[in-house]
T-cell receptor, first 113, second 112 residues
């Protein structure tokens, strides 16, 4: 298909790990991104991974990339209530234009105390 | 704070009207990207300008147009507005050498 796909909702308990999954479509995508959007706010870039990498770790965030299956995941360790937000996966289809992104519909993460 | 400024934050207007949304990119960024976020379509790339020139076009309607001025700020013009144009419009800025684009807080447009 044409779309970047994500599950719409995820609910976890505070202190647990959260794993948000995404499938993308264009095997030639150069970069894959995770953005966070809190209520009433803009999009905040969390992390990105270059397409020739399998994994990237940044503090509590771990990104895994499976190019064969076109699957991307974001793991948040020790999830906190402040992590409650919508998380968007995005792919860059124009290798020279990192802002021309195709976004998924977003996964709403709810963190219960 | 991403350094990208969008004005106004909120806008309410009637069907058939025309509005202009404004974006000031981060200092030093030459690219400006416009996105539309609506409930049914999600986040969609509309258009990109680089140093005053149109560089890429996404799902932008013919009723919409944009430009980037010599001082690098950009305006998105939406005309003959319809109820379905109600959405959050984001501007992002970046540089072709960067790996990321920085998003503004958005302009929420409500068409009544």
């Amino acid at each position: 298909g044409e779309d970047v796909e994500q599950s719409l909702f995820l609910s976890v308990r505070e202190g647990d790990s959260s794993v948000i999954n995404c499938t993308y479509t264009d095997s030639s995508s150069t970069y894959l991104y995770w953005y966070k959007q809190e209520p009433g706010a803009g999009l905040q870039l969390l992390t990105y991974i270059f397409s020739n990498m399998d994994m990237k770790q940044d503090q509590r965030l771990t990104v895994l990339l499976n190019k064969k299956d076109k699957h991307l995941s974001l793991r948040i360790a020790d999830t906190q209530t402040g992590d409650s937000a919508i998380y968007f996966c995005a792919e860059s289809r124009d290798g020279g234009s990192q802002g021309n992104l195709i976004f998924g519909k977003g996964t709403k993460l709810s963190v219960k105390p | 704070d991403s350094g990208v400024t969008q004005t106004p934050k909120h806008l309410i207007t009637a069907t058939g009207q025309r509005v202009t949304l404004r974006c000031s990119p981060r200092s030093g960024d030459l690219s400006v990207y416009w996105y539309q976020q609506s409930l049914d379509q999600g986040l969609q790339f509309l258009i990109q300008y680089y140093n005053g020139e149109e560089r890429a076009k996404g799902n932008i309607l013919e009723r919409f147009s944009a430009q980037q001025f010599p001082d690098l700020h950009s305006e998105l013009n939406l005309s003959s507005l319809e109820l379905g144009d109600s959405a959050l419009y984001f501007c992002a800025s970046g540089n072709l050498r960067n790996t990321e684009a920085f998003f503004g807080q958005g302009t929420r447009l409500t068409v009544v």
